[in-house]
């Protein structure tokens, strides 16, 4: 937690000094293999496929898109590690990454998790050439990737990119930021009622596969503890929880054994969907 808030006051220090704000959660390499997708063709990406992408004028879409390849990444691939040189900036079209803080090279807490509304790697333009999180593919798919020097480029050259990343960026550091605070403040069931929920929310689907390994990872516990949190969520039919594969039975329940900070986490997507048109 203390490296998350000494990389808040970073982010916060850098954007008075330059309005140039990116949030330093978001960069990375690709270090692991990755497989390219039969529509990889650069002159037919549709970049409408990937909504923050889709926010910016069709000039600089096309820009873009002359320097985007579409990859597929698979369930638990690992695209970056905290100290890795950032290669790769990422813009998911149907996967969803989770990120996360680690400490001491073992223990880690999940302090975001990125779908298509958003990206990964865009600290790059801060010169932060190092990865500080980790970021796992928490359900397989497609998603955009730019060389991030060209992304440094593009991002300097396109004032419509400047301005929709200071205002993306700014609505997930406050979501990071809660996150941080639920996981120091609130009980471990409300806290995996408020993960599901998120899930659901990137993935708008009521059904979805997370491990308990995963689900360990993320909350910053052990196994055992994910199992009787799951498990008093299954006795009260909130949800359905076997082998990995997770299905919300009553949102509306969940939603009330969720801490607040769901609530608030509800709040912030309202602000994406402002940012982002449709």
């Given amino acids: 937690l203390q490296s998350i808030f ?14 140039r704000v990116i949030y330093c959660l978001y960069s990375d390499s690709m270090h692991t293999s990755i497989s390219h997708s039969p529509d990889d063709d650069r002159g037919q990406l549709r970049l409408a496929n990937n909504r923050l992408l889709a926010s910016l004028p ?5 820009q873009l898109a002359a320097k985007c390849e579409t990859v597929r990444v698979d369930n638990g691939q690992i695209l970056f590690e905290p100290g890795q040189e950032v290669r790769y900036i990422y813009f998911p ?45 928490q359900r397989s798919g497609r998603t955009y990737r730019m060389v991030a020097g060209d992304f440094v480029t593009e991002f300097h050259r396109m004032d419509s990119l400047q301005h929709l990343l200071h205002r993306y960026t700014d609505i997930q550091l406050a979501q990071a930021i809660q996150i941080a605070v639920c996981s120091r ?3 471990l069931e409300a806290r995996l009622a408020r993960s599901l929920l998120i899930t659901r929310d990137r993935l708008q689907s009521e059904k979805f596969h997370l491990t308990h390994e995963f689900l360990a990872h993320a909350l910053g516990v052990r196994r055992v503890g ?5 498990s008093a969520l299954q006795n009260q039919r909130l949800i359905t929880y ?13 939603e009330a054994a969720s801490c607040h900070c769901y609530e608030m986490f509800k709040d912030k997507q309202d602000c994406i969907k402002v940012v982002l048109k449709p």
Avoid: W
């Fill in 242 to 254: 076997s082998r990995g594969n997770i299905e919300i039975l009553d949102s509306a329940g969940l």
């Fill in 185 to 187: 403040f609130h009980v």
């Fill in 226 to 230: 994910v199992t009787k949190a799951a």
């Fill in 58 to 62: 069709d000039d600089d879409q096309q």
């Fill in 93 to 137: 079209i149907d996967c969803l990454v989770s990120l996360l803080g680690v400490a001491e090279g073992r223990m880690t807490l999940e302090v975001g998790s990125i779908g298509r509304e958003g990206m990964l790697g865009a600290a790059v333009v801060l010169g932060h050439e190092l990865a500080q999180v980790r970021a796992v593919v």
């Fill in 6 to 19: 000494c990389l808040s006051a970073s982010i916060v220090s850098v954007r008075h000094r330059t309005y």
